[in-house]
Nanobody, 124 residues
Framework: EVQLVESGGGLVQAGGSLRLSCVAS????????IGWFRQVPGKEREVVSC????????YYADSVKGRFTIFSDNAKNTVYLQMNSLKPEDTAVYYC?????????????????WGQGTQVTVSS
């Protein structure tokens, strides 16, 4: 059974940090790209960051560049999203997803498997 399980969300003050984790199972982790997306009620899901497990290349949305870092621990089948200097506008449900084309793709339609999400709330 394919599973992507996110954790690490929570409530943090503006300027603070959180580290999200995405633990994958049930598929060949090394053959997939992993992305982090976020969504707020009434808005479309948007890409935050993604990473290729083939060559380690990464992609960041402009809104998080310089503040967020994505990295992968292939031995643990886990991808992390380190989020620093958080802003209230980062408040959302964060989802991780796996793409079989194994590139750092920001295209939501490239993703085959999705986790259930973890809530991140940044207070002002």
């Amino acid at each position: 059974e394919v599973q992507l399980v996110e954790s690490g969300g929570g409530l943090v003050q503006a300027g603070g940090s959180l580290r999200l984790s995405c633990v994958a199972s049930g598929f060949a982790f090394d053959d997939y790209g992993i992305g982090w997306f976020r969504q707020v009620p009434g808005k479309e899901r948007e890409v935050v960051s993604c990473i290729s497990n083939e060559d380690g290349s990464t992609y960041y949305a402009d809104s998080v560049k310089g503040r967020f870092t994505i990295f992968s621990d292939n031995a643990k089948n886990t991808v992390y999203l380190q989020m620093n200097s958080l802003k209230p506008e980062d408040t959302a449900v964060y989802y991780c997803a796996a793409a079989g084309i194994n590139i750092a793709t920001p295209e939501i339609d490239d993703y085959d498997f999705w986790g259930q999400g973890t809530q991140v709330t940044v207070s002002s």
